[in-house]
């Protein structure tokens, strides 16, 4: 299958560092006067045209910025482009330091650094590299929104041999790709969430559906209340939730269901791969995804969170102290965070009573009561094309069974399993009644044949 065109600015683009490479590198063995020029070859674009020159236009881009962009994104689409950096100095055998990068083992190709970047940038004059080095400091944009990371190697390297990464969900936005479905990694530590389901499918109370509109209300009418109605002055933008409650009774769907109505991805934090035992480097992990979340107007979903959000110690040992410290940062990160941060646990009791004052909603989200049940029951039951047996009675089994959302959704699969095997392919009484016995001695509960 051949590749797919590159956009007209990223091809432009492409051929313009090509040639400040070549130009610079020219500079460097000959000590010619600095040829490089620093306006790139086309304007940023007035209309979207793609995913790189979106993301140009609303990073402002300097010519420098786009300049260390493109060099991340060589090796991914014109790796070719770099093979002036392999070139060995005849008078001393091998590469230039001042190239910095590294050599893949396998293929041979290169890997641009930061060295890399400020060899192209400001070529071997210390004052303008020293200036240069401010474009990738962590407060810069162009790693405060998460489009470069610093790789380092190993902790001995000094900082200018830090690979020019692009993160997985950066590189798929600017190649026009598909930045959701990616799963969460070391570099990533969020997966996004979605539904194929729609408000009608959420079953919930009528005090915990009045709660949840609350949130779609703060989502919907944001900017009138900060910016129109003058609140900025005294509201922060952002809008913190807690959902608690037993596990299937809506709370992830909720959140779906909420990115899915205002068209805003909806990420899941992987707190295995947010905490570390390392002092610093659980608060290094949520800044640069609260960062990154920030830029993206991402909805922020942490569940189970007692595990993170647990209560404070008294802090009498190390260890105590290191938890202190990481609850305090996630306090404040939560106070600054300007989109939507929803907390779902199953143990309200687990939770840091300091995180109480900063929810503007909680929402108990409760085990559903009969009439709760019935309606799930026949929601799920009901479809035209689900073969039921004339002796199901709906209502017998949601008065019977106490169970969640989730839980009779189990109930479904596991009575389909059965049915669909046999001949006529039916699903009777029987196998609901076992399929949500089954559901309960999950849970540690009984009940009478």
Request: a neutral charge; glycine letters at 6%.
């Amino acid at each position: 299958m051949p590749a797919a065109p590159k956009p007209p600015l990223l091809e432009a683009d492409l051929r313009w560092l090509a040639q400040v490479i070549e130009a610079r590198v020219e500079h460097h063995y000959a000590r010619t006067a600095d040829p490089l020029v620093w306006r790139p070859p086309s304007a940023l674009p007035r209309r979207p045209e793609g995913g790189y020159a979106n993301t140009l236009v609303s990073l402002a881009a300097t010519a420098e910025q786009r300049l260390l962009l493109l060099l991340a994104l060589a090796p991914h689409l014109a790796p070719e482009l770099l093979d002036p950096f392999l070139i060995n100095n005849p008078t001393i055998g091998r590469r230039p330091t001042a190239f910095g990068g590294r050599v893949i083992p396998g293929n041979g190709g290169f890997l641009p650094t930061v060295d890399t970047g400020l060899f192209l940038l400001a070529g071997c004059q210390t004052p303008r590299r020293l200036a240069a080095r401010r474009l990738l400091h962590p407060s810069q944009p162009l790693l405060a929104r998460g489009l470069l990371q610093l790789a380092s190697d190993s902790p001995a390297d000094p900082p200018g041999a830090a690979r020019l990464t692009i993160p997985p969900d950066q590189l798929e936005l600017l190649l026009d790709g598909d930045p959701d479905s990616l799963p969460a990694s070391e570099g990533f530590p969020a997966e996004r969430l979605s539904t194929p389901l729609s408000w009608d499918d959420l079953i919930l109370d009528p005090a915990t559906a009045e709660a949840l509109a609350l949130v779609d209300l703060w989502l919907q009418h944001a900017p009138t209340l900060l910016n129109d109605w003058g609140l900025a002055r005294r509201l922060k933008p952002g809008f913190r939730c807690l959902f608690h409650g037993p596990p299937g009774t809506g709370k992830t769907l909720s959140a779906c269901l909420l990115g899915q109505r205002h068209q805003r991805p909806v990420y899941r934090v992987d707190l295995s791969r947010v905490v570390s035992k390392w002092v610093g480097e659980t608060e290094k992990n949520l800044a640069a995804l609260f960062d990154r979340a920030q830029y993206h107007h991402w909805i922020l979903f942490f569940d189970e969170a007692e595990a993170l959000f647990s209560r404070r110690s008294e802090g009498h040992t190390a260890n105590d102290r290191h938890a202190n410290q990481q609850i305090a940062y996630l306090l404040q990160r939560l106070e600054d965070y300007p989109g939507l941060v929803i907390l779902a646990t199953n143990q309200l009791h687990g939770l840091d009573t300091a995180f109480a004052r900063r929810f503007q909603v909680c929402i108990h989200y409760p085990q559903p009561d009969a009439a709760v049940r019935l309606r799930l029951w026949q929601a799920l039951f009901g479809h035209e094309a689900l073969p039921l047996a004339a002796d199901i009675e709906l209502a017998a089994f949601a008065e019977r069974y106490d169970l969640a959302g989730g839980a009779i959704l189990n109930v479904l699969r596991h009575a389909a399993l059965l049915a669909v095997a046999r001949s006529p392919a039916l699903l009777t009484a029987a196998d609901l009644h076992n399929a949500a016995r089954s559901e309960l001695r999950k849970q540690g509960r009984f009940i009478a044949a």
